[in-house]
C-alpha cells in the first residue's frame, strides 16, 4: 500500500514548491519518490515554464525549469482554490504558509485589503486611498452585523469588541500590531472613529469626548510622529488608548498610555530622516516663528542633519494650525499652548549653541557670536538665565563626601551635556502632553467596561540592534504569549462547542525566552554568544533570531536626570516648565547623576499593560506591509512571510496544525469526497456516518467527529484529495476512451454512409456509361457530365 507521502507527490498532482525568490512557486510532481535510497525527493516541473534556482537534490542549484528537489520543501496545492480567494483562510483546503500567502496576494490584487485568520484580522496597507472603504455609509453597514456576516473589515472588528462589551459586561482590547509603516496607526484611528461612531452622543460639540480622544491623535503625532525612511509619519512611541463607556454603552471619558518615546530623535537624526513633525510645524508658523526667532529648518542643528525638510503633500503651516485646534479641543489653554511652542523652539536654539576647547585644560567655552545669540534665546524662551545655562553646560557639580566640586568640562563633554538637556526637555513635554490628554479628556471612574487600542511596534530585527529593538522585541515575546494563550483558549473552545476531545493540543509557550530576558539568565539553549565579538549577543526569538550589539546599552538603558539639569529648570521663571522638573527637585542622591533605568520602568509599565489585557477579551489586528517602497498594488512574497512569522499568523496557524487545522461541515465534505464510496451515495445517507466511513476506508485515524463538522488532522486532507484525483483521473480516463471511442464510431459511420452513397452514385452513373456504349447511342438527356467522366476515368484505370 502507497504511504501518505507517495499519494500526496502522485505524478501530476498539483504543488508548491520552496523557492528562494518567491518564497513558493506553483509546480506539479513529474515522478516520485524519485529513487527508494532518497524517498523524500520529488521531480517537478514549475508551473511558470520558465527556469528557476530550485533547492534541488545531490546537485548544485542552478536555474531549471525541472528538477529533483527535497521533499520537505514541497507542499500539497489546492487547483480548485478560488483566484478571488477566501476571506477567511480557514476556510482553505490547506491552511499552510505557500496557501495563505496566495490567498493574501490574490485579495491584495482585487484592493481586498482584510482577510481573517479565524478572529484574527489581517490588514494588508493598500498604500493607496480608499475612501468607499471607511465612509460612513461602510460604518452603517458593519454596525450591529454578525461577525464574519460581511466581508472582513477593522469596522467588524471594532464593532464585535463594542457588542461583546455591551452585551457581557466585559472590557475589551484590539491589539493592532505590525512593522513600522504596516499600518497600524491607520487602523487604530479607524478604530477609534468607528468606536466614537457608535458609542458618541452625536451632540455636535467639538470638545465633546469622543471629540477629544480623536483630536488626541493629530497631537499626539505632531510630537511623537516623524520621518522614517520606513514612514513618512512613523509613531515614535507605543500607545495603549483606553476608551471608557458608561452603562448604556456611550463614550464617558478615555486613557491614554504611552510607551518608550525615541528621545534619541531629538538631537540624532539619520540620513533621509527628519525630526519630529512639531519642529517643522513651528518653523512654519509665519507669526509664531518670527516671535520665536525661527527660521528654515535647514538653520538648525537638530533639524539640518539629513536634508529632508518637507513631506509630499504636506502643508506644514496648516499641519502647525490643526495641531493648535486639536490643542484647543483636547484643553490645553493658550497659555499652556504658547508655552509649548516656547519649549519646542528653546530646544532648537539650544541645538544651536556649540563649544570651543577653553583655555584651561578639559574645559570648555561658547564658540561665537552665533552661538550666543541662541543662548540667550534659548534661555529667554525657557525663561532662565543665560549664564546659569551656560555654566549648567560647561561645568559639572561632583559630590564628594568632603564637599561639592565643581568641574569644568571639555567641549565634547558639554555639547553631550546640551543634548541630553534638550532629550529630557522634550521627553518631559511630550510625557505632559499625554498627562494633560487624559486630565482633559477626563476619566470616568463609574466606568462599567473598556474598550482598549494597543497601536505598538512590531518585532524588530536589522542590521544593527541596540537597546531599544531588545525591548521591543521584548514586548513582542510578553505579546506573543498573551496571543499564543488566546489562540490556543480560542481553539479549545470551537473544540468543546462541537464536544470533540481536545486534551492533546500542543501549548506552544515561549516563558523560556522571556525568563531568559527577564531574569537575564547566562546560558541558555536561546541564547549565543559570537565567537567574533565580545559585545554582541544572538536570541532566538520566535520570529527569528537577533543578533544585539551592546555596545552602547548602558548608556541607553540609564534614565538620568543631570542634577544641574533639574535645578536649571526647576528655576524657570516659566511655572509651566518649572512645573514639569517640580516633582524631581531635591535629588538625594550624592552623584550628580540620578540613575533609574529605561528598561526597569519599561518592564512595569509591560507588566501593568499585560495585566489589563489579561482581564479584557482581546482581539487582534496583524497589519502587513506589502513591500519596502510603500507603492500599491506590490507584494512582495518574502516580506509578507516574514511578517506573518514575526506577527504570530504563522505560529497560530501552528496552533492550529496541532490540533485539527481543516473542519468541513459534514455536506461539505461528503459533497467533495462523497465519490470515493460511490456505492453509498445512491442510499439514503446519514452524513455523519458517511463521513466517517469514508475516513476510515481511507485507513485514515485521529480524526474527529463533532456535532456539525468533521476535524481532520494536517495531512490528512491532501490524501483524500490525492485519493479523489485518482479516481477523477480514472474517471476522466474512462470518460475520455469512450468519448473518443464514440467519436471515432460517429466518424466511422459517417464515413462508411459517404463511401456507400459514393459507391451507389458511382455504380449508377458506370452503368449508364456501359448501357449508352453498348447501345452505340447517347440517349438525349443523359449526358455524362465532367463528374461522371472523371469517375469513369478512375474507375476503368483501377
Ligand atoms: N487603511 C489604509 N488606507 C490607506 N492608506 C493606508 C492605510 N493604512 C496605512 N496607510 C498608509 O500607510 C502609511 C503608514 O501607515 P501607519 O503610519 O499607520 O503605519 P504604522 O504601522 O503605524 O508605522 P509606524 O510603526 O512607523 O508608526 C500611512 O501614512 C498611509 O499613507
Known sequence: MLDDATMIFRPGTAVWVEHPDLAWAEAEVVSS???????????????TGVKQTLWLVGLANSPCEQAVVDGRKVLPRDTEADLGGVDDMTKLVYLHEPGVLCNLARRYTLNEIYTYTGRILIAINPFAKLPHMYDMHMMEQYRGVQFGELSPHVFAVADASYRAMVSENRSQSILVSGESGAGKTETTKLIMRYLTFVGGRATGDIRSVEQQVLESNPLLEAFGNARTVRND???????????????????????????LLERSRVVQISEAERNYHCF????????DADKYKLAHPRNFNYLNQSHVYELEGVSEAEQYLKTRRAMDIVGICFSDQEAIFRTVAATLHLGNIDFSPGKEFDSSVIKDEKCKFHLQMAADLLMVDASLLLSTLCYRTIKTPEGNIIKAVDSSAAIIGRDTLAKTV????????????????GQDMESRSQIGVLDIYGFECFKYNSFEQLCINFANEKLQQHFNKHVFKMEQEEYKMEEINWSYIEFVDNQDILDLIEKNLRAHPRLEKPKLSKTDFSLSHFAGKVTYQTDLFLEKNRDYVIAEHQNLLSSSKCSFLSGLFASHQDDPSKSSYKFSSVASRFKQQLQALMETLSSTEPHYIRCIKPNSLNHPQKFENGSVLQQLRSGGVLEAIRISLAGYPTRRTYSEFINRFGLLVPEHMDERFEERSLTQRILKQQNLANFQLGRTKVFLRAGQIAVLDSRRGEILDNASRTVQGHFRTFIARKKFLSTMKASISMQIYCRGELRVISLSKKEGVQRRGIKPTPNTKSLYRCATTQ
Open 33 to 47: 519518490p524519485a529513487t527508494p535510497s532518497s524517498p523524500s525527493s520529488v521531480n517537478i516541473v514549475l508551473s
Open 233 to 259: 509619519n512613523s509613531s515614535r512611541f507605543g500607545k495603549f488608548v483606553e476608551i471608557q463607556f458608561d452603562k448604556s454603552g456611550r463614550i464617558s471619558g478615555a486613557a491614554v498610555r504611552t510607551y
Open 426 to 441: 522634550y521627553a518631559r513635554l511630550f510625557d505632559w502632553l499625554v498627562d494633560n490628554i487624559n486630565k482633559s479628556i
Open 280 to 287: 517643522y510645524q513651528l518653523c512654519a508658523s509665519g507669526q
